[in-house]
T-cell receptor
Framework: DSGVTQTPKHLITATGQRVTLRCSPRSGDLSVYWYQQSLDQGLQFLIHYYNGEERAKGNILERFSAQQFPDLHSELNLSSLELGDSALYFC????????????????FGEGSRLTVL | AQRVTQPEKLLSVFKGAPVELKCNYSYSGSPELFWYVQYSRQRLQLLLRHISRESIKGFTADLNKGETSFHLKKPFAQEEDSAMYYCAGYGQNFVFGPGTRLSVLP
């Protein structure tokens, strides 16, 4: 158990809908990363938050948004869902803003599997 | 833009054979590179990082700046090494390659 919790584990919804995925980082970790893993695709970096502030953005669509709250949990909001948004969404946390600190280790959650019908 | 590539989606070797998982990177400056592994029904986890020059579970990886490569090697593959392997790099973002599925056959 990495200590990173993601909910829900599975989510099925329809096109055009909006969903929120939640991530609770390891206790004390200030950095949260979001990744999307589609079929036959690697981990696509979406966004990185550190202590409530956005640090870096990757290939995140405008229909997607994220935030990190004062208690350090993070939410990824996906709106106007399309079939192609079906994927596994991972959250990872790290103690360091750069994610590398002393160990270079990101701690991953189990992912939230989103299916858009 | 920073980029990590892994040319092989699937690599199959027999138990006891050497294995090399290829990784190439495209970064400006000096990247920090890592290998992550995901075993069946487990979370993605760090295997090793180039700055520590360590050997984990018999795996090593050497950073070759001339070839911009960070290939993962093990001299004698074991069945328990079967997993998904991701090369990753940190520059401006923490970027992962597409992954290589290693299958070690008995």
């Amino acid at each position: 158990d990495s200590g990173v919790t993601q909910t829900p584990k599975h989510l099925i919804t329809a096109t055009g809908q909006r969903v929120t995925l939640r991530c609770s980082p390891r206790s004390g970790d200030l950095s949260v990363y979001w990744y999307q893993q589609s079929l036959d695709q690697g981990l696509q970096f979406l966004i990185h938050y550190y202590n409530g502030e956005e640090r870096a953005k990757g290939n995140i669509l405008e229909r997607f948004s994220a935030q990190q709250f004062p208690d350090l949990h993070s939410e990824l909001n996906l709106s106007s869902l399309e079939l192609g948004d079906s994927a596994l969404y991972f959250c990872a946390s790290s103690a360091d803003p750069r994610g590398v600190a002393n160990t270079g280790e990101l701690f991953f959650g189990e992912g939230s599997r989103l299916t858009v019908l | 833009a920073q980029r990590v590539t892994q040319p092989e989606k699937l690599l199959s070797v027999f138990k006891g054979a050497p294995v090399e998982l290829k990784c190439n990177y495209s970064y400006s400056g000096s990247p920090e590179l890592f290998w992550y592994v995901q075993y069946s029904r487990q979370r993605l986890q760090l295997l090793l990082r180039h700055i520590s020059r360590e050997s984990i579970k018999g795996f090593t990886a050497d950073l070759n700046k001339g070839e911009t490569s960070f290939h993962l090697k093990k001299p004698f593959a074991q069945e328990e090494d079967s997993a998904m392997y991701y090369c990753a790099g940190y520059g401006q973002n923490f970027v992962f390659g597409p992954g290589t599925r290693l299958s070690v056959l008995p």
